[in-house]
């Protein structure tokens, strides 16, 4: 009986292992959804964009309220900010978005003079990417995507930070 089974090393000698091409690399990664990083305007030249939904601080808020039975440590005494906080962890969770990040905007980039928290302030962004190489290729999944819709129950924009891009440079 063993005089028909090849040895270990026979099977590895005819093993033939090739590192995958460039091409099966490519194939292999997540189904990204496809949105182009739009071209600059005015109200977006010196400032990040972010591709996201807009939702306010009191909409977070009552969004870990309502899960507040999934967090394991929660404290109904919680401050706001930390529900906020929280509700951006539950997206998170419940999305599987990893690269999920509350931000501050200050109008859509398909609406620049429309401002949407008043002349001065800014409104929060759940935001799933931004146009920095590095956020954008994180950029999140189709299903993943959905996942956010269906809980948001709207479709994400382009919005245009609050932050000038020195803000971020410290220049």
Known sequence: M???MPSLGQSIQAMSLQPPSRLAARTAKPDRIVVPVPKRTSASEDRRLFYGFEVSYDWLVEYCEKNAHRIISYDPTHTSIAKMFLATELLIASSGVRNLTIEGVF??????SLQ?????????LVSVCSSMKSSYDQRPTRAQLKKLQAILQRDPDWFVDVNP?????GG
């Open 107 to 112: 109008c859509r980039l398909s609406q620049p």
């Open 165 to 169: 891009s020195s803000y971020y440079t």
């Open 116 to 124: 949407l928290g008043g002349r001065d302030d800014h409104v929060p």
């Open 2 to 4: 063993s005089a028909q």
